[in-house]
């Protein structure tokens, strides 16, 4: 069943192309700078904080490559927004993440950056709300995949193995539902 987690990489690694392929065609992706750089930066430390605790890691080892990919392209092309709720959300997350990882170790690293990327979705979800025609639904359905696949492929029931992609599929059916919000309806 490991080989579920590199298929699930694979999907995942093609939601991220799409997402960068979106964003450089200058369509409206849909997407929020804050979340895709916290995400980047909390991908990298599950990422090795699983490998250190010989968990499921690849998802969010290619999570982290996209999220930086997303990120610089967005940076490049001006579309940084940094609203209220990026200025909440952020240094929560810096400060959650920086007391646990210092004073504990890899699994509660892991917890602490899932926890994080947890947070910093808010901001994601909420520009997703506000403007659901532009969310690229099939993009991230892409993205639900590989975090199914991803956790069909863990190969036991632990924190290390399940709680990464388990955890990211929750918040990518709430980036899907909230899509599906605040849609302008047309008379006829």
Do not use: H
């Not at 999907?11 to 929020?32: D, P, Q, S, W």
């Not at 430390?45 to 999220?67: D, M």
């Amino acid at each position: 069943m490991v080989y579920l987690q590199y298929l699930g990489a694979f999907v995942g690694l093609v939601a991220c192309f799409l997402t960068f392929k979106k964003i450089y065609r200058e369509e409206e992706a849909g997407v929020n700078f804050t979340s895709w750089v916290l995400w980047g930066a909390f991908d990298t430390i599950t990422a090795v904080a699983s490998i250190f605790e010989k968990g499921n890691w690849v998802l969010p080892f290619v999570y982290a490559i996209g999220a930086y990919a997303v990120t610089l392209l967005l940076y490049r092309k001006g579309k940084v927004k940094f609203s209220w709720v990026e200025a909440v959300v952020s240094p929560l997350v810096i400060i959650c993440l920086a007391v646990v990882w210092y004073t504990s170790g890899n699994r509660d690293a892991i917890i602490a950056s899932i926890g994080a990327i947890v947070i910093s979705s808010v901001p994601q979800v909420v520009d997703t709300w506000k403007k659901p025609s532009e969310t690229p639904l099939m993009i991230y359905l892409y993205f639900g995949a590989a975090e199914i696949l991803s956790f069909l492929g863990g190969t036991s029931w632990s924190v290390e193995q399940k709680l990464y992609p388990g955890t990211q599929f929750i918040i990518c059916i709430f980036i899907i539902l909230s899509s599906f919000g605040k849609r302008k309806v047309s008379p006829n």
